[in-house]
């Protein structure tokens, strides 16, 4: 790995190139962002050693893109256009099909490789990149035979060393099961928090009388809307068909509540703890 | 403080045990439980020295009740029929009306102390009980004009000893408020398990793909149906109003999300990122 292009300079991009910077010490890493500011933090950060522009990523090892989904349909295709056979290009993403679409054609289809690494933090910007962001995490690559082997090889190789957990699925599958498991989560603690701001106008009280649990239900809610409206608007109707699902259960529970039939709701809380065994291990 | 009772000797009341065991190292305390194994398991953690019998509670500077809301309401007349003017009676339970409004004409009401202390994890028995889980954490007391000065005096110097921050209210008003943040997140947290459960019947798949930040919303998710079934039976109306509007809100995020109106869904989560800010402080 010697010449590496990051899109998008922020939580992830940023968390990246930290640990690029250690386990290939020799590495030039340049950053492009739509947003001059994240380049000179960046900068002064230290973790990319200049700005970039994609009409100059021909001759590079690797070229990541972790921006926005939206802005990333519209780029690869340009990024694919002036990389040359040996460059592997790589984006981050939330929601996978739309973008395997955007390229299927590509002439230069076999340098892309489609991953979602599942993690985060609530919080955005180069100034939130962290080191070990991606070290124990799940890494989602999809239709990993459209990439061409060396390319294959490459990736596995650094994703071995940043130490995460590779799984294999394809483009729709990984959208309709992370609806599930990660976009409805957003949209929950995003109307709890709206539900609860609205009816307590004065906010002290919110925080007086608000623990750890509250906090954690809604600790999704700082999330950036730049990447997060884009994910809803690309898994559209993955993201609709589990927020009836949700809605669905919770007027069902309200009914159960109406119609004081606490034996149910007691039956039905103790179904839902097996959520301790499943969650056992994620971090 | 010498001769101590403690009803329920689970998460809440254990780790008080712990604590109380340090704070007053000469203490004697006793447990009452409904579970004979809980009983057991607190002698032989040894913050409990003796089970208990609430007949024998004349004589005693402090009873707690921290067992479900609607079994405290059963017990706390029985308790205030047995003790002598020199005992301070104390319930930790999440619900605050109902339980005062079931002593308000008792003859003892003076020696009863309304309280709800803003903190739990959540696992629940005796094995869950800790050091320090009242450290720095919010208790709110209610009707404190209620209860007679020297007992109040007496909570107060516990409480600071425990270092809790104090806050004062009506039991109407920290049982509305309450519903939004405490309440409502339970049962936000309870269905979203279940509706990722029922849609993802393979376990495996959803511990591969989820990640800290589902982890995180339904974390309450693994709470006791014991404690909280009567909790939400207790409050039924203020929890039903809040997990009404809880319901619109999501009900016209999806309105919005089926309109593609991005710009309004990027305004919402932009808006509701506010919480940051309230959430800030809180541990």
């Not at 292009?5 to 930290?18: D, E, F, N, P, T």
């Not at 090892?61 to 295709?77: C, G, N, Q, R, T």
């Not at 892309?112 to 991606?134: C, D, Q, R």
Request: proline share 2%.
């Amino acid at each position: 790995m010697k010449n590496i292009h990051i899109i998008g300079v922020g939580l992830m991009g940023g968390s990246l190139a930290k640990d690029l910077k250690i386990l290939y010490p020799s590495c030039y890493i340049t950053g492009v962002d739509s947003n001059e500011n994240h380049i000179k933090e960046a900068l002064s950060l230290g973790f990319i050693d200049a700005e970039g522009a994609i009409k100059n990523f021909a001759n590079s090892s690797l070229v990541i893109l972790a921006i926005p989904v939206d802005s990333a349909i519209l780029l690869l295709p340009k990024v694919l256009d002036v990389v040359e056979d040996d460059t592997l290009v790589v984006d981050f993403g939330s929601t996978k099909s739309g973008i395997c679409k955007a390229v299927e054609s590509h002439k230069n289809r076999r340098n892309y490789l489609a991953v979602h690494p599942i993690t985060g933090t609530e919080f955005s910007g180069p100034k939130a990149a962290i080191n070990n962001l991606y070290k124990d995490k799940t890494n989602i690559i999809c239709e990993v035979e459209k990439t061409a082997f060396k390319l294959q090889e490459r990736a596995l190789e650094l994703f071995k060393k940043l130490e995460m957990r590779i799984r294999y699925m394809d483009a729709v599958s990984h959208d309709k099961h992370i609806a599930y498991v990660s976009h409805l989560s957003h949209i929950s603690s995003f109307m709890l928090g709206k539900t609860v701001i609205e009816k307590e106008k004065n906010e002290r009280d919110i925080f007086d009388m608000a623990g750890s649990g509250f906090e954690s239900t809604v600790r999704l809610a700082k999330s950036s809307p730049d990447m997060w409206t884009p994910i809803f608007k690309q898994n559209k109707e993955n993201v609709l068909c589990t927020l009836s699902e949700y809605i669905t259960n919770l007027q069902y529970f309200k009914g159960l509540l109406e119609n004081d039939d606490f034996e149910t709701i007691y039956a039905e809380m103790k179904q839902t703890n097996r959520i301790k065994k499943i969650l056992k291990g994620i971090s």
